[in-house]
């Protein structure tokens, strides 16, 4: 059974920094690639950050620059360090993996991030 549990989310004023982290459990993690997306009240769900199983790594354009994906395949762990936290990056955040980059049919449950201004 897949499980992606994200943790490190909350409340921060804008310019702050926040540490997301996916734990996966269920699949041979180094094997998978693993992505992040958010979706906004009212807004469709967006691809932020993903990165490949061999450290390959692709950004939305509104992220680049401050956001940075990151995995440790010893620990079964995904990372999204955000930076310079905007009010327009408030969202609930989802891991997700796949065998492929382009079907990653694995989610966790989301965490809220909210940047206040």
């Known amino acids: 059974q897949v499980q992606l549990v994200e943790s490190g989310g909350g409340l921060v004023q804008a310019g702050g920094s926040l540490r997301l982290s996916c734990a996966a459990s269920?699949?041979?993690?180094?094997?998978?690639?693993m992505g992040w997306h958010r979706q906004a009240p009212g807004k469709q769900r967006e691809m932020v950050a993903t990165?490949?199983?061999?450290?390959?790594?692709n950004y939305a354009d509104s992220v680049k620059g401050r956001f940075t994906i990151s995995r440790d395949n010893a620990k079964n762990l995904m990372y999204l360090q955000m930076n310079s936290l905007k009010p327009e990056d408030t969202a609930v955040y989802f891991c997700?993996?796949?065998?492929?980059?382009?079907?990653?049919?694995?989610w966790g449950q989301g965490i809220q991030v909210t940047v206040s201004s």
């Open positions: 269920g699949i041979s993690f180094s094997d998978y690639a």
């Open positions: 990165i490949t199983r061999g450290g390959t790594t």
């Open positions: 997700n993996a796949g065998l492929l980059i382009w079907r990653m049919p694995y």
